[in-house]
């Protein structure tokens, strides 16, 4: 979704926000543009890339200390020029941009209308801006107060910065709902919608907070709450290197997060997983670990392949721990006033710790008294802040859209919890408890094993790469896995996919099935082992090409299948973290012999900050 950057100081602001907004690239978007203050406010905008908006500024002045740089996915109006951030406000002096969504927009443009105001974009952006311009006039105001008094009745969410070519020393930001962090340098300032554009220059940054007023010069930081009263700026440290966020000679993001698993799995694990003594230990949850384990229900959150692994985590915690689990979209928990009971507890799952729809839903939880344990890749952001604890998922930036290890690293996190809350509640025996912990502990290894069968399963994609759909089935824990395979090839391929538990394949999807139709059967050996083996014989009747992910050393669905992507074997809790590579690795291949930017596919955004 939108990507915002702004710099002032004695660095030429112009190169800094390019590359920045180069960084934020990932989180998607279909234009690009920029405002620069240096006699005179000077905006250069350009439907398409960064680069495109590089060429289209070749040759043009761009010297300035102080600058805003937008990435727009579009919500209000197409990707063109015109609709480009950053906007201009109707008297030409101020530049703003914008990340979110004003949802009143459609009424205050009327009322701006007919006080005669011509707009030039078919965004909500430009209206915003506007309004504050009219109160600035209409009060005669500073445009510090004139944003104060138009955000009290703004309704939505955003990020924005504001330049005024009469204050050319000057940014100013304010947040509600989208994320906005500021790395403070040595007489200047970053702004950006993550760490990623900041962390060459600084690791000193300040996370913005809902309803905060920047007013940034190069050598200050003043935060105002919309009450004007000053807040103090909490500055911490990043823990990020910049090599984290770079390909690192992979040809893709995507492929160099596949192929970080061990070592993000093995992150996640340590510290916490201590598996000779037979201890795991995250401080978050163990905090709360009476309301916890005393918890009567507990539901689950989030939105996309977190959903997915939420589904994963109401298999293990409802086996384990014997509380009921039930797992819900984000999207929908929100607008559907549900039932919460004293004693509820609520996971939220997010990579981004940014998704809108989580982050409402676990507002209207909140209004409702409940306690929200938030897993969050991202260190520091929205999700992670408003949850009243939880555990970090360690997986590193995640850059390509698809997500691969973050999702792994959701797995291993909600399998520890659940083995803490096991363990607490008695609803586990000694021996299996540390055979958990064991299997556990091998899941990097298993997984870099696994990783090893990379070039099977190109060849393997190569064979299938021109389908037009593909079903993926699945049972017990390892449906969720179907679910978030047929997702995967989707969003980089762009062949229409399906998931089903494997059993309800008959009461509709079977209907697809001929010789056309692959389908991918998510088959370890576990408790549905025998029922599986009966669902890929029933494909196989009706000729349907079966891949199937199996055990290695399977020789039963080997002879069925007509091809297999074998894994190391794994307890069946376990193996979902193990069964997910190889269905990562297929869409991959597919999606790159396919000719797709597997990275950035169409239409999709890396953090979905609207709804
Ligand atoms: O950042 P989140 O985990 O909250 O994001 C949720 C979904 O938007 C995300 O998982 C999405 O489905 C990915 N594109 C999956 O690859």
Request: overall charge negative.
């Amino acid at each position: 979704m939108c990507g915002i950057v702004a710099y002032i100081g004695h660095r030429q602001a112009y190169p800094v926000i390019v590359k920045g907004l180069k960084r934020l690239e990932y989180r998607g978007y279909d234009s690009a543009g920029i405002a620069l203050v240096n006699h005179g406010l000077k905006l250069y905008k350009k439907k398409g890339k960064v680069a495109n908006l590089e060429e289209s500024t070749l040759g043009q002045d761009l010297e300035g200390h102080i600058g805003i740089g937008h990435t727009r996915w579009a919500t209000h109006g197409e990707p063109s020029d015109r609709n480009a951030h950053p906007h201009r406000s109707a008297n030409g002096k101020l530049a703003m941009i914008h990340n979110g969504i004003i949802e009143n927009y459609a009424s205050l443009k009327q009322e701006l209308i007919k006080k005669g105001y011509q707009f030039h974009s078919d965004t909500d952006t430009e209206v915003l801006l506007y309004f504050i311009e009219d109160i600035q006039k209409n009060n005669s105001s500073t445009l510090e107060e004139a944003l104060r008094i138009a955000l009290k009745r703004v309704v939505g969410a955003y990020v924005i910065v504001l330049i005024d070519e009469d204050n050319p020393d000057t940014l100013i930001a304010a947040r509600k709902g989208s994320p906005l962090v500021i790395g403070i340098g040595k007489g200047e300032h970053f702004l950006a919608s993550d760490a990623s554009p900041i962390i060459e220059y600084t690791k000193e940054v300040v996370y913005v907070n809902d309803y905060e007023i920047a007013i940034i010069k190069a050598d200050e930081l003043i935060l105002k709450n919309l009450g004007n009263e000053r807040q103090t700026p909490f500055i911490q440290k990043l823990d990020l290197e910049l090599a984290a966020i770079e390909k690192g000679g992979y040809d893709h993001f995507m492929l160099k997060e596949i192929f970080e698993q061990p070592h993000t799995i093995y992150d996640c694990l340590r510290g916490r997983l201590d598996a000779a003594q037979g201890t795991i230990t995250m401080s978050g949850i163990q905090n709360n670990m009476e309301l916890i384990k005393n918890a009567n229900r507990i539901l689950i959150i989030a939105c996309g392949t977190s959903w997915h692994a939420g589904l994963v985590a109401e298999y293990v915690i409802e086996e384990l721990c014997r509380i009921p689990v039930e797992v819900e979209y984000a999207s929908e928990f929100r607008y559907r006033n549900p039932i919460i009971h004293k004693g509820d507890m609520i996971i939220a799952i997010s990579q981004s710790g940014e998704t809108a729809d989580t982050l409402v839903a676990i507002e209207r939880a909140k209004e409702q008294g409940a306690v929200i344990l938030g897993i969050v890749n991202v260190v520091g952001s929205s999700i992670s802040r408003i949850s009243h604890a939880g555990a970090y998922t360690h997986a590193g930036p995640e850059i390509g859209v698809a997500s691969t290890k973050a999702f792994t690293a959701q797995l291993t996190v909600l399998t520890m919890v659940a083995l803490m809350i096991a363990k607490e509640r008695n609803t586990i025996s000694h021996d299996r408890y540390i055979h958990l912990l064991n299997e556990l502990n091998e899941v990097p290894e298993k997984v870099k094993h696994a990783l090893e069968n990379a070039d099977h399963i190109k060849a393997v994609a190569l064979k299938y790469k021109d389908v037009s759909d593909a079903l993926f089935l699945g049972r017990g824990y390892n449906f969720p896995i179907a679910l978030e395979g047929a997702l995967k090839l989707k969003e980089i391929s762009y062949i229409h996919a399906e998931g089903y538990p494997a059993a309800e394949m008959k009461h509709g999807p079977i209907a697809l099935v001929d010789e056309s139709l692959p389908v991918v059967f998510v088959a370890t050996k576990d408790t549905y082992h025998q029922k599986i083996i009966s669902n890929i014989q029933e494909i196989k009747a009706r000729k349907g090409k079966v891949i199937a992910v199996i055990t290695e050393g399977d020789e039963t669905i080997t002879e069925m299948a007509d091809d297999v992507l074998p894994i190391p074997e794994a307890d069946e809790l376990i193996a979902p973290i193990i069964s997910t590579i190889p269905l990562q690795l297929l869409s991959y291949y597919i999606g790159v012999a396919r000719g797709f930017d597997v990275d950035k596919p169409r239409n999709l955004a890396k953090s979905v900050t609207v709804e």
